[in-house]
């Protein structure tokens, strides 16, 4: 399994940042439900329109009536994993100036699919999640209206 790891600082209390990002329930992916979805680099505009079936800490991702991947998420951890070859973690963790934002994507395609072009284009990724993080980082300053900085 191929893994990239980001980190960024959030200057807000975990408890705060917590409370709006891990808020999770059935319905639609919006701003306050599941908002996490919504800055998966390269995914996020798809799973804006995606809506969420199950729970309490467990769902399937639907497009209109097909699943498309699962959430699980827990008291400091969010994970997305999309079909059958991506994974994302989000864990929040106390940090000296707020909060810790850990980022994680994994490639988590069959060993005989991991070498499949479009498995790999997805993971030539490294610039593309840094960018993604940073905006992830905007993302969650300007709801939570706090600073924000990658940390690697």
């Keep these: 399994m191929r893994s ?3 980190r960024g600082v959030i200057e807000a209390p975990l408890d705060t940042v917590r409370a709006v990002f891990l808020r999770v329930t059935e319905g639609p992916v919006g701003p306050d439900n599941a908002p996490l979805l919504r800055g998966l680099p390269g995914a996020g505009r798809f799973l804006a ?3 969420l079936r199950g729970g309490p800490t467990s769902f399937t991702v639907h497009y209109g009536s097909h699943p498309g991947g699962t959430v699980e998420v ?3 951890a969010f994970t997305f994993r999309g079909g059958y070859k991506f994974a994302a ?3 929040f963790t106390a940090h000296e100036r707020g909060t810790l934002l850990t980022y994680r ?5 069959p060993a005989s699919h991991r070498d499949r072009p479009l498995v790999r284009a997805q993971f030539w990724l490294a610039g593309r999640l840094r960018i993604g993080l940073r ?5 969650i300053g300007g709801r ?7 940390d690697n």
């Design 135 to 139: 905006g992830a980082l905007r993302t």
């Design 49 to 51: 329109g995606a809506t």
């Design 144 to 150: 939570l209206n706090c600073r924000t900085q990658p």
């Design 74 to 76: 827990g008291p400091s």
């Design 105 to 109: 994507a994994h490639n988590v395609a």
């Design 4 to 6: 990239y790891e980001l």
């Design 89 to 91: 973690d989000y864990e």
